[in-house]
């Protein structure tokens, strides 16, 4: 299974890599690519903005077209988070109260480092919705990106562990008898807290158990190679490979998930025209070489030897540099047994749709 194959069957295609290898670039162009043949969402948890300022529109909470067949969400966790405790709340008063609560206040930071967990749920939505054919996700930009993969068991984990239940018993207890015992409670403590933490957890009961269905019904997605393909993005960087491989190792040993294949980005091929460059350097042709660039560029001979000694310097800056990407691109192969696609680094950054066609077209080739 291609990258190519999955963007044209799977319901979900996610792509996970460390920190600045390129992933949001790699979805979008993905995205833009699977947008020819099949009406397709691009999301991103990625706060840095990059899929905004790349796709060329600005990205909220809300669902945005980039062309058509293609649509973009950059989902904002807290407003996520936000947006179901909207859907439980029976009234604005309520609402309003809730998402000034202290409590919610605490369990927003419980749930801050698991973005994943927001994420997962908007996810969950957006394919159970329908009305998309293909969903490509960006993960968040985590230096453990497994984590998105691994968010459902934990959860599932601590559904079963009757934690939540243990945690929300008082709900109900406060939903039937509510009024002796608020007025117990009232003794010790002021009304106004107390109802506010009533409010709250009813709330929250409501939102968990419906959470704890999304949360199953994800896993069973992401479990699903029928329905899910994932595709490591790394560089051909010294760094990035220990990276890559440890990533690669926690998918496919640790989740025992599939991974389809992997995209080594922004690489630099080794040019051809270095050994001309050595041939310039030879001793036996090098006062030529000065005098005949002298002459095309109507300079003195020291500013076209200067030149030549530049243009020999950073030839073989830029040929050690490629020389070792290759070097890094293979080891990636050796500790990546899918196949890989290369991307060559294109000139400046990629930031907008005319950057994102050229990398689309770099990452499928005719
Ligand atoms: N093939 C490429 N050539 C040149 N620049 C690239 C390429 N791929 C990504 N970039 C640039 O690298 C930076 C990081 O890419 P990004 O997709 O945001 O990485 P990540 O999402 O993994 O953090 C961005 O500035 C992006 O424009
Ligand atoms: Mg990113």
Do not use: C
């Not at 959860?155 to 608020?182: C, D, H, N, Q």
């Not at 190792?249 to 389809?260: E, P, S, W």
């Amino acid at each position: 299974m291609n990258l190519e194959q999955a963007l044209a069957t799977k319901k979900l295609v996610v792509f996970l890599g460390t920190g600045g290898v390129g992933k949001t670039t790699i979805a979008a162009a993905s995205a833009l690519h699977a947008s020819r043949t099949r009406k397709t969402l691009v999301l991103t948890v990625d706060p840095a903005r990059r899929l905004a300022d790349s796709l060329g529109v600005k990205l909220g909470s809300e669902i945005v077209n980039v062309r058509p067949n293609l649509d973009a969400l950059m989902l904002d966790t807290k407003a996520a988070l936000d947006a179901l405790v909207k859907r439980y709340a029976h009234d604005a008063r309520t609402l309003h109260r809730i998402l000034n609560s202290r409590f919610y206040e605490q369990l927003s930071d419980a749930f801050a480092g698991s973005e994943e967990f927001v994420a997962m749920g908007a996810l969950h939505d957006l394919i159970a919705d329908g009305q998309y054919d293909l969903v490509v996700v960006d993960t968040p930009p985590s230096a453990h990106a497994v984590e998105f993969l691994r968010v459902n068991r934990r959860l599932i984990r601590v559904f079963e562990s009757g934690v939540v239940k243990y945690l929300f018993k008082p709900t109900r207890f406060l939903r039937l008898g509510g009024g002796a015992m608020m007025q117990l409670l009232t003794r010790w403590t002021s009304n106004e807290y107390v109802e506010e933490m009533a409010e709250f957890m009813v709330t929250f009961d409501q939102m968990f158990r419906d959470m704890e269905t999304r949360v199953r019904a994800m896993d069973e997605v992401l479990n699903d190679p029928a329905r899910t393909s994932l595709h490591v993005v790394a560089t051909a960087e010294e760094e990035s490979v220990p990276r890559a491989t440890r990533l690669y190792r926690d998918i496919t040993q640790t989740l025992g998930l599939r991974v389809d294949s992997a995209i080594v980005n922004r690489y630099h091929p080794r040019l051809p025209g270095m050994e001309v460059t050595e041939m310039l350097d030879n001793p036996a042709f090098r006062a030529g070489s000065v005098k005949r660039i002298g002459a095309a560029a109507r300079v003195d001979p020291d500013a076209a030897e200067r030149f030549l000694d530049d243009a020999i310097k950073a030839a073989r800056f830029y040929d050690g540099l490629a020389r070792d990407q290759a070097r890094y691109a293979d080891k990636l192969r050796e500790e990546m047994p899918v196949p890989v696609r290369v991307v060559p680094a294109m000139q400046g950054s990629v930031h907008d749709l005319a950057g994102l066609e050229r990398v689309r077209a770099a990452l499928f080739p005719q």
